[in-house]
């Protein structure tokens, strides 16, 4: 429960919030009532930070047409009544970014094949880009991007950044994982090119580090950019840790901040998947931090305080994303906090 310092932010603890997908945007990838209870109650619980769901950084680079979007003002602003309560409640409000590639128009998970199911153009889907034309799964063939793609896929972050910053975020990551377009340019799965973006290690970093450039150079020098990172694509011929490793040691000569540490789910095979095990990302995350030097924070199978306490206790991580944990019991945080009465809204008081 200690405060951590990222550059100008200081985040009161390090039980942190990881960003789930609500899939519940308006059409005009604004927040809904939705939003605001669902992380209102989070704060209320006594997070550090809450980190708002995988936010599209442009109308193309959605997953569903429900996913949340900050791409122009006027989501920025609809943003604001969402970090306002977050701020005023002491927990740092941040937002994660995201480019969806191959992985986007799909249908919502509740709906028909879920995110098994595509969207064509003609029923309201979009043409989605990748570095190669492999499909994941049975969603779409991809378009393989174009130079002029690449680079409105860095522009794209970098005005979403200024608006997450108009929208009064503290804090962004840009997600660089769990299949998404960042991670198809940096694993040689999906990645098949033979150009500069393509082949070498170093070609398949060129994507992620220019939008890790771009994020830290339009996001306010004073206020901290995440990356989360895959520590392993768990498949033969996938992105594995030392890989992890090297990609850490540029990031952090990027500028950036802190690792949100992860794995998994680049292709559609179960053994592409975490291995069900508590903690599971916890010795990843130690191993990226003493390469790279940056603070990290590992997410996943954390399921309980205590296993958090102990990572952040013995070095192995300077904070923890929780995620289907804070679903389940959204006052997690402040439950165990039951002698800190100043951490617990006045409302509450009579509960203690």
Same mark, same amino acid.
């Given at each position: 429960?200690?405060?951590?310092?990222?550059?100008?932010?200081?985040?009161?603890?390090?039980?942190?919030?990881?960003?789930?997908?609500?899939?519940?945007?308006?059409?005009?990838?604004?927040?809904?009532?939705?939003?605001?209870?669902?992380?209102?109650?989070?704060? %209320?619980?006594? =997070? !550090?930070?809450?980190?708002?769901?995988?936010? +599209? #950084?442009?109308?193309?680079?959605?997953? $569903?047409? *429900?996913?949340?979007?900050?791409?122009?003002?006027?989501?920025?602003?609809?943003?604001?009544?969402?970090?306002?309560?977050?701020?005023?409640?002491?927990?740092?409000?941040?937002?994660?970014?995201?480019?969806?590639?191959?992985?986007?128009?799909?249908? %919502?998970?509740? =709906? !028909?094949?879920?995110?098994?199911?595509?969207? +064509? #153009?003609?029923?309201?889907?979009?043409? $989605?880009? *990748?570095?190669?034309?492999?499909?994941?799964?049975?969603?779409?063939?991809?378009?393989?991007?174009?130079?002029?793609?690449?680079?409105?896929?860095?522009?794209?972050?970098?005005?979403?950044?200024?608006?997450?910053?108009?929208?009064?975020?503290?804090? %962004?990551?840009?997600?660089?994982?769990?299949?998404?377009?960042?991670?198809?340019?940096?694993?040689?799965?999906?990645?098949?090119?033979?150009?500069?973006?393509?082949?070498?290690?170093?070609?398949?970093?060129?994507?992620?580090?220019?939008?890790?450039?771009?994020?830290?150079?339009?996001?306010?020098?004073?206020?901290?950019?995440?990356?989360?990172?895959?520590?392993?694509?768990?498949?033969?011929?996938?992105?594995?840790?030392?890989?992890?490793?090297?990609?850490?040691?540029?990031?952090?000569?990027?500028?950036?901040?802190?690792?949100?540490?992860?794995?998994?789910?680049?292709?559609?095979?179960?053994?592409?998947?975490?291995?069900?095990?508590?903690?599971?990302?916890?010795?990843?995350?130690?191993?990226?931090?003493?390469?790279?030097?940056?603070?990290?924070?590992?997410?996943?199978?954390?399921?309980?305080?205590?296993?958090?306490?102990?990572?952040?206790?013995?070095?192995?991580?300077?904070?923890?994303?929780?995620?289907?944990?804070?679903?389940?019991?959204?006052?997690?945080?402040?439950?165990?906090?039951?002698?800190?009465?100043?951490?617990?809204?006045?409302?509450?008081?009579?509960?203690?």
């Amino acid at each position: 429960m200690s405060p951590l310092r990222l550059r100008g932010v200081t985040v009161a603890n390090r039980v942190w919030m990881s960003p789930m997908a609500q899939y519940s945007a308006g059409a005009d990838g604004k927040p809904t009532d939705w939003h605001f209870v669902h992380y209102g109650a989070r704060a %209320v619980g006594g =997070v !550090g930070l809450i980190m708002v769901e995988a936010t +599209a #950084v442009g109308p193309s680079h959605r997953t $569903t047409s *429900a996913d949340l979007g900050i791409w122009n003002e006027e989501q920025a602003a609809a943003h604001r009544r969402l970090t306002s309560f977050i701020s005023g409640r002491g927990t740092v409000p941040a937002i994660q970014l995201q480019a969806a590639g191959r992985k986007g128009s799909h249908q %919502v998970p509740w =709906v !028909g094949e879920g995110q098994n199911g595509p969207v +064509a #153009v003609a029923d309201g889907g979009w043409e $989605t880009i *990748a570095p190669s034309p492999v499909p994941f799964g049975d969603l779409g063939v991809p378009r393989e991007a174009s130079h002029a793609d690449i680079d409105e896929v860095v522009e794209a972050f970098a005005r979403a950044a200024r608006m997450a910053h108009l929208a009064g975020y503290e804090v %962004v990551e840009i997600q660089a994982a769990h299949g998404y377009v960042l991670h198809e340019f940096l694993s040689p799965l999906s990645n098949h090119r033979t150009d500069e973006y393509g082949g070498s290690p170093g070609n398949r970093m060129r994507l992620p580090l220019r939008v890790a450039r771009a994020v830290r150079e339009a996001f306010p020098a004073e206020k901290p950019v995440f990356v989360r990172i895959t520590a392993t694509d768990w498949i033969e011929g996938g992105i594995s840790i030392d890989d992890a490793a090297a990609f850490a040691e540029e990031l952090a000569a990027t500028g950036i901040d802190l690792l949100d540490v992860t794995s998994g789910v680049l292709v559609r095979d179960l053994r592409a998947r975490p291995p069900v095990r508590d903690g599971v990302h916890v010795a990843f995350a130690d191993t990226l931090k003493r390469a790279s030097g940056l603070p990290v924070a590992p997410v996943g199978q954390l399921a309980g305080l205590s296993q958090a306490a102990e990572a952040v206790a013995n070095g192995r991580a300077d904070a923890v994303l929780m995620g289907r944990a804070l679903l389940r019991d959204p006052y997690l945080a402040l439950f165990n906090r039951r002698d800190d009465t100043a951490a617990w809204p006045n409302q509450y008081h009579r509960a203690l």
